[in-house]
């Protein structure tokens, strides 16, 4: 995701509805789009399935990254 310029914080903000299938991101409030590459939705379809093996909920609603903790307090601080 590092070629799409996603700040980190917009990463860690994403839900499985934000990117699953879709061709680009709507940053809400920012008033700008981010191409998903062919490249990075084969690789997000790969991750999202690992996901589910692993366990994890692929919900809609679901957080796209899951932390081992909280995410740090100067990432919170940031809209989403």
């Known amino acids: ?7 980190l914080h917009e990463a860690a903000n994403l839900n499985v509805r934000d990117i699953a299938g879709k061709a680009r991101l709507d940053i809400i409030g920012k008033q700008r789009e981010i191409p998903l590459f062919r490249a990075i939705r084969e690789e997000i379809e790969k991750f999202l399935v690992w996901k589910e093996v692993n366990g994890e909920t ?6 796209l990254f899951i932390f081992s903790r909280a995410p740090p307090s100067w990432m919170q601080s940031y809209p989403a």
């Open 1 to 7: 995701m590092f070629v799409t310029g996603l700040r």
């Open 58 to 63: 692929i919900a809609s609603d679901a957080s």
